[in-house]
C-alpha cells in the first residue's frame, strides 16, 4: 500500500516535469521559426501570395475611389477630399496602402505625404509596375479612364538613404522578411524572383549572408525558457521532499542531483550553453553585467532560482526535526551556540541577498523606479522577480531557523541570542569598514518578531501573515531601490560631468563633414570674400548663415575673419600673423574631424567650438576665410535633429533628463533644460572644489569645481514623496500576485485553504482587496491624471506658439507673394529664411503650405529633401483644414517611429486675406 501511495505522489509530481518538457518544446520550436540566416531559401510562393492579396485590396479601395471622382473631371471646384471623406488614412497607412487621384493631369487627392508626389502625372514614374519613390519600394496599381489617373501604391520595402532610431529600411510587416534583404529590379543569378499573375517579372529578392530575426518574440521565448528551469527546479524539490519520507538515507542521492545541477549551472556559463537561450535579450550583457557569475540579467534569474532551490533542498538533507531532536539530548551550551550559529548564517545570507539587490541595481541599465510604470518594460519586470525569488529565499531560511530556534531556546533567550550574533556580525564589519544599510537592518528587525509570533505562540501561516510579510518588504524595496537609485545617480552624473568637460556635438559634426566640400567649391563664396574682404563681413556672414548655417546651427554663433597678404590695403604680415594666430589655436586645443578639415577647439571656455578655414588664391594675393563656430547660451535643438544624423542616436541623449550649466569666471556661459539658473554662480557659492551634492528648488544638484573659475552643474528633479507612495503600492500588488503565482503552482490546496471564506478570512480578504485595489487605483489615476495633464498642457503651449507665429509672420511677410509665380523661387527662398527667423524666435520648426496641399516653404528643409517626409500636407490635416474649415487643428504624426504633435492654422495677411496654411511640428 506504501508502495502504490509513493507511486502516485511520484506520478503526481511528473506533472511538473513534463510542464518543463512541454515548454521547452514550445520554445526551441518558436526560436527555431524566429531565427533563420537571411541566405534561407525566400518562399517566393508565400511572398507573392500575399503580394497578391494586398494588390487585390488595394485594387477594390481604388475602385471605389476612382468610381467616386470619375464624376468630376470637369470640374475644379469639388475638393476630392470632400468626395472621398468616408476613407480612413490612418487604415491605409497600416497596411501600407497610398492612393493618389490625377484628374486632367493634376493632383487632387493622396492618402499619405510619406512620399513625394509630382504634382502632375505625367512627370511621374507612376506608369510602371514596380517603382523606387524618395523612401521606399511600391507596387504600383494602376486605374486610367479619360482624363483621370487613379494610382495605388503597395509598400514593399522602406528604402532611407540612411538609417537610425527611428528610420528603418524594412519590409511591411505583412511580407515577415528580414531587413537585410535587398530590392533590385533586375534578376540576379542567386536572387529570388517575384512576378505578377501573368508570369511577368516584377522584381528580385537578394538576400545577404547574415543571421537575423524576422519577427522577434524574444521575451517571449525567454518566459517560456525560464519558467521550464522553474518547473524542473519544482519537480526536484517534491521529489527530494517525498525521497526524505520514503528512503532512511536518501542524502546521497540527493546530495548527487544536486551537485549534477551545479555542474550543469557551471557548464552553461563557461560555454553560454544552451545557445537557443544565451542568445535571447535576457542575456544581453547591455541590460546587466557584473561578474563571472552574473554575466547578465537572465543568468542573475537562474542563480536566483537556483539559490532558492538550494535553500529548499538543504533543509530536506538536513531534516531539521532530527536535528532539533538529537540537540534535545544536548546540554544548554550547545543548544545556544547552535542557534547563534544559524543566527549567523541568517545573517550572513541576509546580507548577500541585500548585496545582491544592489548590484542590480547598480549594474543595470533597466528602469527600477516603480512610479515611472509607463519606462516599465518585460526586463524591468524581471529584476523585480529576481528580487522576489531572493526575498522568498531569506524568508524560508528566517522559518526553518525560527523553527529551530523555537524548539531549542526558551522565549527570552531567542532575541537575547539573536542580538549577540547581530552585533557580533555588525561589529566585525566596522573593524572590516564595510558599509551597512540602517534600512536593511531594521527590515531584518522587523521580519524576526513575525516568526517569532508563530512559531512561538504556535499560529497557522493565515493569508494576513502573508500580506504583513509582502507590505514590510514592499516598503523595504522601495526605499531601498530608491537610497541606491540616488547612490547610482551620484555615480552617473560624475560621468556625464566627465563628459560634459569634453562635450562634443555629433549632429553638427556630421553635419559639417557634409557641408564642407560645399563651401569650399563655392564661387558665390569665393567672390564674396575676395571683394569684401574684412570691410563688410556681414555680407559674407549672412550668406554663409543663409546658405550654410541655418537651422540646426542657430544653436551656434557664427564669427568670421578674413585675411590676406595685399600690400596696399593691409599690413604685408596680416596673412603671417592670422596663421600663427590660428596655427596656434589649432595646435593647442583643436583636435582633427575625421575625414573634414573642420576642427574641435577644446579651449575650456565652457561652450563648444569648431573651427574651419577656406582658401582662395587670386593671381599674387592670397585669402584666407576664417570660420568659428561657438555654441549659444541655450544649447537645446528644435524640431527634427536626430532624424538627420545616421546611426544609433539613443546614447547620445544620456543629458535629456537632465538640466546642466557651465560657469566660467562667474559668468553662465551655456545652459541646458528646465531648471532656471542664475547668470552668475552665486546661487552654488557651497560647492567647493571636486564634486559637491546640493538640493535647491527641488532639484538635486551635482556641482564640479575643477578650478576656481569654471564650474559644472548638472541638475536632476527631486524624487517626491508622492512618487515613492505610487512605487510602493504597484510593488506590493506585483508581490502578492507572485505569492498568488507560487501558492497555486506549488500547492493549490493550500491556497484554498488559506483562502477559506471564514469570517476572520472575509474581513481580512475585503481589507486587502480594499488595500490593494485602492493603492492600483491611486497608482493608475495618477498616471493617468498626469498623461491628461501633459497632454491638455501640451496642447495649450503648442496653442499659444501657434498664434505667437501667425502674430510674427503677419509682420513679416507683406513683401512677400506667394501667388506670384514668375517670382515663386525668390518668394521661396524669402520664406525660407522668414521661417527659420520665426523658428529661431519661437524654438519651433515652422512649415507653409499652399491651399493645394502642397508644400511652400519650410524652416527645416533638408527633412523634405532628404525625402523623410513628401511635399503634400498631411491628408487628414488637409481635409479638416480645407473641407471642414477648421481654424485650428491638431493631432498625432510620424516619420519613421518618431511620433510627435503636429498643429495647423489657417495663416492670413494684414488685410486679412488668407495666404496659407502653417504648420508647427512638436516634439516632447
Not at 545582491?356 to 523606479?369: A, F, G, K, Q, R
Not at 511652400?856 to 487628414?876: D, Q
Request: glycine share 4%.
Amino acid at each position: 500500500m506504501n508502495n502504490l501511495d509513493n507511486f502516485r505522489k511520484l506520478n503526481g509530481n511528473i506533472k511538473y516535469l513534463i510542464v518543463s518538457l512541454v515548454l521547452v518544446v514550445v520554445a526551441v520550436f518558436v526560436q527555431k521559426y524566429e531565427l533563420r540566416p537571411d541566405d534561407f531559401p525566400v518562399d517566393t510562393d508565400k511572398f507573392s501570395q500575399i503580394l497578391y492579396e494586398k494588390e487585390d485590396d488595394i485594387g477594390v479601395r481604388l475602385k471605389e475611389v476612382f468610381n467616386l471622382s470619375s464624376g468630376f473631371v470637369d470640374s475644379s471646384e469639388v475638393n476630392l477630399f470632400e468626395v472621398n471623406e468616408k476613407l480612413n488614412f490612418e487604415e491605409l497607412k497600416t497596411k501600407g496602402f497610398t492612393i493618389a487621384i490625377f484628374l486632367n493631369d493634376s493632383l487632387r487627392f493622396w492618402t499619405d505625404n510619406a512620399i513625394n508626389i509630382e504634382k502632375q502625372y505625367s512627370k511621374t514614374q507612376l506608369n510602371n509596375n514596380v517603382v523606387k519613390l524618395n523612401n521606399a519600394w511600391y507596387l504600383v496599381k494602376h486605374i486610367h479612364a479619360k482624363n483621370i489617373d487613379a494610382i495605388g501604391l503597395v509598400l514593399i520595402k522602406q528604402k532611407y538613404s540612411f538609417e537610425n532610431d527611428y528610420l528603418s529600411n524594412a519590409f511591411h510587416e505583412d511580407f515577415n522578411q528580414p531587413s537585410s534583404i535587398k530590392i533590385s529590379l533586375i534578376s540576379l543569378s542567386y536572387s529570388f524572383d517575384i512576378s505578377d499573375r501573368q508570369g511577368n517579372h516584377l522584381f528580385s529578392l537578394v538576400p545577404v549572408n547574415t543571421i537575423s530575426s524576422k519577427n522577434i518574440h524574444w521575451q517571449l521565448i525567454g518566459i517560456l525558457y525560464f519558467l521550464s528551469i522553474a518547473f524542473i527546479l519544482l519537480f526536484l524539490t517534491k521529489w527530494f521532499r517525498q525521497l526524505s519520507f520514503q528512503q532512511i538515507y536518501p542524502e546521497r542521492l540527493i546530495f548527487s542531483i544536486v551537485a549534477f545541477v551545479l555542474f550543469a549551472r557551471y557548464l552553461m556559463l563557461e560555454f553560454k550553453y544552451p545557445f537557443q537561450i544565451y542568445s535571447l535579450e535576457f542575456f544581453d550583457p547591455r541590460y546587466f553585467a557584473v561578474s563571472y557569475f552574473y554575466p547578465s540579467l537572465g543568468d542573475f534569474l537562474i542563480n536566483a532560482m537556483l539559490i532558492l532551490f538550494f535553500i529548499i533542498s538543504f533543509f530536506v538533507l538536513f531534516r531539521k526535526g532530527r536535528f532539533v531532536r538529537k540537540l534535545n539530548k544536548k546540554g544548554n551550551l550547545i543548544k545556544y551556540l547552535s542557534v547563534f550559529g544559524f543566527f549567523v548564517v541568517l545573517i550572513t545570507f541576509f546580507h548577500i541577498i541585500v548585496n545582491s539587490i544592489e548590484s542590480l541595481v547598480l549594474n543595470s541599465s533597466l528602469t527600477l523606479d516603480a512610479y515611472k510604470i509607463l519606462e516599465i518594460d518585460v526586463l524591468s519586470l524581471t529584476a523585480y522577480f529576481i528580487i522576489a525569488i531572493l526575498i522568498i529565499s531569506l524568508i524560508i531560511l528566517l522559518d526553518h531557523i525560527s523553527f529551530i530556534g523555537k524548539n531549542l531556546l526558551k522565549k527570552r533567550y531567542f532575541f537575547i541570542i539573536f542580538l549577540l550574533a547581530l552585533s557580533l556580525f555588525y561589529g566585525f564589519t566596522l573593524v572590516l569598514n564595510f558599509d551597512v544599510s540602517i534600512r536593511s537592518v531594521l527590515y531584518l528587525l522587523s521580519l524576526i518578531p513575525l516568526f517569532f509570533y508563530i512559531h512561538y505562540w504556535s499560529k497557522k501561516y493565515h493569508f494576513s501573515f502573508y500580506i504583513i510579510i509582502i507590505f514590510i518588504s514592499s516598503v523595504y524595496v522601495v526605499l531601498f531601490i530608491s537610497e541606491t537609485m540616488n547612490i547610482k545617480e551620484r555615480g552617473k552624473a560624475k560621468v556625464l560631468i566627465s563628459k560634459l568637460q569634453t562635450e562634443r556635438d555629433l549632429v553638427a559634426e556630421h553635419l559639417l563633414i557634409n557641408l564642407e566640400q560645399k563651401i569650399f567649391e563655392d564661387p558665390a563664396l569665393e567672390k564674396l570674400v575676395i571683394e569684401k574682404s574684412n570691410e563688410k563681413l556681414e555680407q559674407v556672414s549672412d550668406y554663409l548663415l543663409k546658405k550654410y548655417f541655418r537651422g540646426y546651427f542657430k544653436k551656434y554663433d557664427l564669427n568670421i575673419r578674413i585675411c590676406n597678404n595685399y600690400e596696399v590695403s593691409k599690413p604685408a604680415n596680416e596673412l603671417d600673423n592670422c596663421t600663427k594666430f590660428y596655427k596656434k589655436q589649432v595646435d593647442d586645443y583643436g583636435e582633427k574631424l575625421k575625414n573634414s578639415s573642420f576642427y574641435y577647439l577644446d579651449n575650456n571656455n565652457g561652450r563648444l567650438s569648431y573651427f574651419g578655414s577656406v582658401k582662395y588664391a587670386v593671381e599674387q594675393t592670397d585669402y584666407i576665410l576664417y570660420l568659428m563656430l561657438d555654441s549659444k547660451l541655450i544649447t537645446s535643438e528644435i524640431g527634427y535633429p536626430d532624424l538627420l544624423i545616421e546611426g544609433n542616436i539613443k546614447n547620445q541623449n544620456s543629458l535629456s533628463e537632465y538640466s546642466y550649466a557651465k560657469y566660467s569666471k562667474n559668468e553662465l556661459k551655456t545652459r541646458f533644460g528646465g531648471f532656471p539658473y542664475d547668470l552668475n554662480d552665486k546661487m552654488f557659492d557651497e560647492a567647493k572644489l571636486n564634486y559637491t551634492f546640493l538640493t535647491l528648488n527641488n532639484f538635486d544638484h551635482i556641482v564640479y569645481k575643477s578650478s576656481i573659475d569654471n564650474l559644472i552643474v548638472l541638475s536632476k528633479p527631486k524624487v517626491k514623496s508622492l512618487d515613492l507612495i505610487i512605487a510602493f503600492s504597484y510593488v506590493f500588488v506585483f508581490f502578492i500576485l507572485v505569492l498568488f503565482i507560487s501558492l497555486s503552482v506549488n500547492n493549490l490546496p493550500s491556497l484554498i485553504y488559506l483562502a477559506q471564506l471564514n469570517i476572520e478570512n472575509k474581513l481580512l480578504m475585503s481589507m486587502i482587496f480594499v488595500l490593494a485595489l485602492s493603492f492600483i487605483m491611486v497608482g493608475a489615476g495618477t498616471v493617468y491624471y498626469n498623461i491628461q495633464q501633459f497632454g491638455i498642457k501640451n496642447d495649450k503651449n503648442i496653442s499659444e506658439k501657434l498664434e505667437s507665429v501667425l502674430m510674427g509672420l503677419e509682420l513679416e511677410i507683406i513683401d512677400v507673394n506667394i501667388e506670384d509665380s514668375t517670382l515663386y523661387k525668390e518668394n521661396v527662398l524669402k520664406l525660407n529664411d522668414l521661417l527659420r527667423k520665426q523658428a529661431d524666435v519661437f524654438y519651433t520648426d515652422i512649415n507653409l503650405y499652399d491651399f493645394h496641399g502642397s508644400l511652400i516653404a519650410s524652416s527645416r528643409p533638408e527633412i523634405f529633401t532628404k525625402g523623410l517626409i513628401g511635399n503634400l500636407m498631411n491628408p487628414e490635416a488637409y481635409k479638416q483644414m480645407k473641407i471642414n474649415e477648421k481654424v485650428r487643428y491638431i493631432h498625432q504624426e510620424k516619420v519613421g517611429s518618431l511620433e510627435y504633435t503636429s498643429a495647423y492654422a489657417l495663416f492670413r495677411d494684414a488685410d486679412n486675406e488668407k495666404v496659407a496654411y502653417i504648420n508647427l511640428p512638436h516634439f516632447t
